[in-house]
C-alpha cells in the first residue's frame, strides 16, 4: 500500500511515521509512504503556495499550479481531498481506499483550494466529521492511520481487525484483562469460563447491546445474521 500527503507542513507528519501503525507498516515494508512539500513545487522565488481570493473576502485560497505539479510528479494514485465539504469518512470508505493500493492526500490549508483543483484532478473529497480544524493534515493522518491497519499484516493479530468496531457494522464488545475483580466490579462469568462458543455469543450480544444503545442509526444498515437478528429481536422485548 503506497500513501502520500501533499502539505505545506511536511513536519506534522514525523510522528506518524515515527510511531504506531503506520510506521510499523513502513518498517515491515508493506506501507510506502511519501510526503510532499507543496512548496517545492511553487514557481515564484517566495515558495507561495496561496494568494488572495478572486472577489475579495477574508483568508488566502492555495493556489492549483503547485498542487497539480506535485500530483503529476507523484504519478498514478488515488487523490483524496480533505474537506468539510467531502462525505463522511467511515469504515467502509477506509476498506474501499485500501484496494485501490495508492492513496494521494490533498492537505488543504486557509479557505481550502483553488477550485480549478477539484476541476482538473476530480479527487474524491472526504470529511472526518461536521467540524474544521486548522488544515486537511490531521483529517488525513486519522484516515490514513484507519486504512493502514487494514494492510495485510500490519496488525499482528488479524483477529483484531475483524473484531474492530463498525468492521461488521457494530460497535465493539467490552473487553476485559487481569485482574478479575477492580473495586468489586468483576469480569463476567462467561469470560473465565473457557468455553469458546458461550464466549463468541455473549461477545456478539454485547456488541448488539452496545451499538442499539449507543448508534441505533447503525442497525438500520449493518447486515445481520439471523442469529444476530434473533439476539436483537430479545434484547428489544426486554424494553
Not at 484507519?146 to 464488545?173: K, M, P, T
Amino acid at each position: 500500500m503506497r500513501i502520500d500527503f501533499v502539505t505545506i507542513f511536511p513536519r506534522m507528519f514525523d510522528p506518524l511515521l515515527a510511531e504506531g501503525v503506520i510506521a510499523r507498516g513502513i518498517k515491515q515494508g508493506l506501507i510506502d509512504v511519501r510526503v510532499w512539500d507543496l512548496r517545492e513545487f511553487a514557481s515564484d522565488k517566495h515558495r507561495s503556495t496561496d494568494d488572495e481570493a478572486y472577489g475579495g473576502g477574508p483568508g488566502m485560497v492555495m493556489l492549483a499550479e503547485p498542487v497539480l505539479r506535485c500530483v503529476e510528479k507523484i504519478g498514478h494514485g488515488h487523490v483524496v481531498m480533505t474537506s468539510p465539504k467531502g462525505r463522511r469518512f467511515d469504515q467502509n470508505i477506509a476498506q474501499q481506499l485500501l484496494t485501490t493500493k495508492h492513496v494521494v492526500f490533498l492537505c488543504g490549508r486557509y479557505e481550502g483550494f483553488d477550485e480549478r483543483v477539484r476541476e482538473v484532478l476530480q479527487p474524491e473529497e472526504l470529511s472526518i466529521g461536521d467540524f474544521v480544524v486548522s488544515g486537511g493534515e490531521l483529517p488525513a493522518m486519522v484516515m490514513a492511520d484507519a486504512i493502514g491497519r487494514l494492510v495485510e499484516g500490519v496488525v499482528g493479530n488479524a483477529d483484531s481487525v475483524v473484531g474492530d468496531s463498525f468492521y461488521d457494522g457494530l460497535l465493539d464488545y467490552p473487553h476485559y484483562t487481569r485482574p478479575e475483580d477492580i473495586r468489586g466490579h468483576r469480569v463476567p462469568d462467561v469470560l473465565l469460563s473457557g468455553h469458546h462458543e458461550n464466549i463468541r455469543k455473549w461477545r456478539k450480544e454485547q456488541a448488539l447491546r452496545e451499538t442499539l444503545q449507543k448508534r441505533p442509526d447503525l442497525l438500520k444498515i449493518a447486515d445481520l445474521d439471523d442469529e444476530a437478528k434473533e439476539i436483537l429481536r430479545r434484547i428489544e422485548n426486554e424494553k
